[in-house]
């Protein structure tokens, strides 16, 4: 639910941090009112145990409140660290940098280089054109360059196989 709500709003999460964390940490917040049962007395337990006493009903309001101050903390320092970077234009980087990947912009170097994804399911017919073969985010000038030189080279050396290029 919250996955699907955070896409719906159109807030960037892409590891779901704020589903498995936030909900998840809410849910468990919640849940211990219904099914503490461990090591305590008989009125001290769950909601699921001693329902019939105002204690459990306590620890779900106390447990209710805790979790609302939790939201509003988070979210309050959250809109000002990221309104912040917003407003200085800090946010986020250009959609070419972005294109390029902060990879190459930050450590010289691709984390996944183009060469490393070259398969042998793409380069099945050596004498046809390669690039027909590639999918299209594989199919800029410089991975068919790539693909032309190592099927070169390999049919150069006997070999018919891409899989692993070094």
Wanted: net charge negative; glycine share 10%.
């Amino acid at each position: 639910i919250v996955h699907f709500g955070m896409l719906r709003l159109q807030l960037d999460d892409p590891l779901d941090a704020v589903a498995v964390h936030g909900a998840g940490g809410l849910v468990g917040i919640l849940a211990v009112p219904w099914f503490m049962v461990a090591n305590l007395e008989i009125g001290e337990r769950g909601i699921l145990w001693d329902g019939h006493e105002s204690y459990p009903w306590l620890v779900l309001g106390y447990n209710i409140a805790g979790a609302l101050v939790i939201v509003l903390w988070s979210s309050f320092w959250s809109s000002v660290l990221f309104g912040s970077l917003y407003y200085l234009e800090m946010l986020r980087v250009s959609a070419d940098d972005e294109f390029k990947g902060m990879d190459l912009i930050k450590h010289g170097e691709a984390a996944y280089p183009a060469n490393a994804w070259i398969e042998y399911q793409y380069t099945k017919d050596v004498n046809s054109n390669t690039k027909d073969h590639l999918p299209s985010n594989m199919s800029s000038n410089s991975l068919s360059s790539i693909v032309k030189e190592n099927e070169h080279n390999n049919t150069e050396n006997g070999h018919n196989n891409t899989a692993f290029v070094g």
